[in-house]
């Protein structure tokens, strides 16, 4: 590659003659046939690394105001920048060699991509707030390894007052980084408010439900049963559970859990605020929204949830504490404000785990949220940093100021030429000259990486004061404190956070994905999404009352189909078809038969203007088909969300596909569209497919059919109740998957909070507070109606 230094390829740049030299010095490495496989090589890693980067921290982000970053990229990228330092400390070394006496342009380059990638390296790593979470100090370690190896190469290496200037800045930024990132974690680790916070959770709940307990004794006689004549909005306004503040409460550790000073609970102006506290307030002030509200009772519920994912072998709820998180929710929340409709309780759940998403998952520090933290960490500490910054200048300069200043641009012709200027020359040589290509592609990675890391800090900004996290902690502060209250500054400010945070967030919206066995589409991202019905929400939450309740005055546990079918004389024939312990089993049963009458009795046309009118027969068929879809998907991308065991579900998965491929055979089970596979399934002629058969042989796929025909044959009869059928069973099977108290299960629950949770996980959640669960295995939780005799209730 001499042709890399040719003297007679003159780059085309009138005026700026020094241009051709920077060119040659920063290509001279490609002229060395020993390292020019490894310098193309690094020239095209870093272009591949930074386009990584670039798109994953900007096109991925631009709807986005979560903190979360996937943990599978994150490991990914930790790994890939784990080996990046020795690999560039090696070519660094390579190109410093090439130079001479002088330090070589490339080598500069190779140096800013490091202290660059280490900036960025900073926000694909979670913060660990918890012992749990931060596993030992081998990160922290690892981290101030890397930083003291690139301050060796900068402050050792480098010569001259100007580099040693922008290269050191460079530098003291990625040490603040790491200091701050250091910070966090200790602060948190020790804190009562997070890395203590679950034991100490713990410790209130039981000494406050029991001095509740002792004043309704006082008031009541021997009676704690809570008055359910209460409005919903008392339960709300008396409601004492935590929601920040709650570090003021220590008095000091206990033999079991922390000794408290619940005394402090009902003081104002104390900095501890409850959820009763918050919904007292709305009096007191008209312009807070219903949203903020439950906002703060989301992150109540949320603090009580994080125990359960706390390696603290913390107690499980007692039956108590869910007794009266069963009557918060049902009778308070759920009466109040338009809870019958369900979307209130779906918004405070979606809020609830999207806390403990980011808790688990976040980059950015939104956990330590607070208008304190935010002066300290955004307004202070980059004051603190750009003071080093300063120094660090002033000292390369050995205390001469001007000159120090000076050689910033004499020594560095990129910034004494103008970046802009250079750019421009190159792009205008970029296909005459090989120089000038190669110039280009190693300028273009260093603008790329420059662009990441200044887009890194300002999305990390806007996360920050954009969050559920930063709007409950000002909330709390404009509770806690009266002369907040007072303040038109301060209400301004939250007002109209607020109101932007409001419009970046759909709240309301539940998404989750839909797999429907009759289409060729088997990889998770291609499947499409869909939004939770509005008729599915008020479902899902009067059955999870009743289950919690009872219905009628008896009980009404959950089951995987049957109680649905034996409530409806004219259906509970088909519990035949619910008639296995794999609930995935009866999962794919009525999938296919589901998706069978979709396709044989399609819903409401479109009129025009792109409107709809829906009938409530139609809702119903919306509710059955989405349901239906999203268990499908749990089956076959999240078995480990379902009661059963994890191996035992991808078994009835493969049995399912075996059967899908026996009856379409192979060319059509992997390449027929949607009608042909319909065609197909209804038109097979087998002894075992008719409406009367009832063959434990049979397979998943056959029973589907089978059940299909008849829930056909029924259709001309009465449409409409076929499909409020299967949308009551859809949602008992739904609510039926939900509960879950193993640890095998609620580490699967852990899991999907890496892509915000799941329905199921918004569900499982609800369960968990309410103390609602499914019977034990081999009970007997429905009956035919039939045989309900002698004052014996079936269980429906």
Request: proline share 4%.
């Amino acid at each position: 590659m001499v042709f890399f230094n040719d003297t007679s390829q003159v780059l085309m740049c009138p005026g700026s003659p020094d241009i051709q030299n920077y060119v040659r010095n920063l290509t001279s490495s490609y002229a060395g046939k020993s390292n020019e496989s490894s310098v193309v090589a690094t020239s095209v890693f870093m272009l591949v690394l930074a386009a990584v980067f670039f798109n994953l921290n900007l096109f991925s982000r631009v709807t986005n105001t979560s903190a979360i970053l996937n943990p599978t990229v994150r490991q990914i990228l930790s790994s890939a920048l784990s080996l990046f330092l020795p690999v560039m400390s090696y070519l660094f070394s390579e190109a410093k060699n090439t130079g001479g006496d002088d330090f070589p342009v490339r080598a500069r380059l190779i140096l800013s991509w490091m202290l660059l990638v280490e900036l960025i390296r900073k926000n694909v790593e979670a913060i660990p707030t918890t012992v749990a979470m931060q596993k030992g100090y081998a990160g922290i370690i690892g981290q101030a390894n890397s930083v003291s190896w690139l301050g060796y190469l900068v402050f050792f290496n480098l010569k001259g007052a100007g580099r040693v200037a922008v290269f050191g800045i460079l530098w003291m930024l990625c040490a603040a980084k790491f200091v701050q990132r250091a910070a966090y974690t200790e602060i948190g680790k020790r804190s009562f408010a997070y890395g203590k916070n679950a034991r100490l959770l713990s410790s209130y709940m039981d000494q406050m439900l029991a001095q509740l307990r002792r004043r309704r004794q006082q008031q009541h006689g021997a009676s704690s049963v809570v008055d359910a004549s209460a409005h919903p909005l008392d339960r709300l306004k008396t409601c004492e559970y935590l929601v920040m503040g709650e570090e003021n409460l220590v008095l000091k550790p206990g033999p079991h859990g922390y000794e408290l000073d619940l005394d402090k609970v009902a003081m104002e102006d104390d900095g501890i605020v409850t959820v009763g506290k918050i919904w007292q307030l709305r009096h007191n002030d008209k312009e807070e929204s219903p949203r903020l509200r439950r906002l703060c009772l989301s992150f109540a519920l949320f603090k009580l949830l994080r125990r359960r994912f706390e390696d603290l072998h913390l107690p499980a709820m007692t039956k108590e504490e869910t007794d009266n998180c069963r009557d918060l929710i049902f009778e308070g929340l759920c009466k109040y404000d338009d809870g019958a409709s369900g979307r209130p309780l779906f918004q405070v759940l979606k809020d609830e785990i999207s806390f403990l998403s980011e808790d688990r998952h976040s980059v950015h520090p939104v956990v330590l949220a607070s208008p304190y933290f935010f002066v300290i960490n955004y307004i202070t500490f980059p004051v603190v940093v750009f003071a080093l910054c300063v120094m660090t200048v002033v000292l390369s300069g050995n205390g001469n100021i001007s000159l120090a200043f000076q050689s910033m641009g004499t020594d560095n012709y990129a910034i004494s030429s103008g970046i802009f200027k250079l750019t421009k020359c190159l792009w205008r040589n970029f296909f005459r000259s090989p120089a000038a290509f190669f110039s280009t592609v190693d300028i273009s990675i260093t603008y790329i990486l420059f662009i990441v890391v200044v887009y890194e800090h300002v999305w990390e900004y806007l996360v920050f004061v954009f969050s559920n996290w930063f709007m409950v902690s000002l909330l709390c502060t404009y509770t806690a404190k009266v002369r907040w209250r007072q303040s038109a500054t301060y209400r301004g400010c939250f007002h109209r956070i607020s109101w932007i945070g409001g419009k970046l967030s759909h709240r309301s919206r539940i998404p989750f994905k839909q797999l429907s066995l009759l289409r060729v589409t088997w990889l998770s991202m291609t499947l499409p999404t869909a939004f939770l019905p509005k008729q599915a929400k008020c479902s899902i939450m009067e059955r999870f009352r009743s289950a919690a309740y009872g219905r009628d005055g008896w009980p009404s546990h959950l089951s995987n189909g049957k109680s649905v079918l034996y409530s409806r004389e004219q259906f509970s024939h088909l519990s035949w078809f619910c008639e296995s312990e794999s609930v995935a089993e009866v999962i794919i049963t009525w999938h296919i038969a589901t998706t069978l009458l979709e396709m044989a009795y399609p819903g409401s046309v479109q009129h025009k203007g792109g409107t709809s009118r829906l009938t409530e027969t139609d809702e119903h068929r919306t509710v059955a088909a989405r349901l239906s879809k999203y268990c499908s998907y749990l089956v076959a991308f999240h078995p480990e969300l379902l009661p059963d065991d994890r191996e035992g579900t991808e078994r009835v998965y493969q049995d399912m596909k075996a059967g899908l491929k026996e009856v379409l055979g192979t060319w059509d089970y992997y390449f027929a569209p949607e009608r042909v596979r319909y065609e197909k399934m209804m038109t097979t002629t087998n002894e075992k497919l008719h409406v009367n058969c009832r063959d434990n042989t049979m397979t998943m796929v056959q029973k589907g059919i089978v059940l299909g025909k008849v829930l056909m044959d029924t259709m001309d009869i009465n449409y409409g109740g076929v499909w409020e059928l299967l949308a009551d069973l859809w949602v008992e099977l739904i609510v039926y998957v939900a509960p879950s108290s193993s640890d095998e299960h609620v580490q699967g629950q852990e899991e999907a909070l890496v892509q915000g949770g799941e329905l199921v996980t918004l569900l499982w959640a609800l369960a968990t507070h309410t103390g609602v669960t499914r019977p034990p295995r081999g009970s007997s939780v429905a009956m035919p109606v039939e045989d309900a005799e002698d004052g014996i209730r079936p269980d429906v």
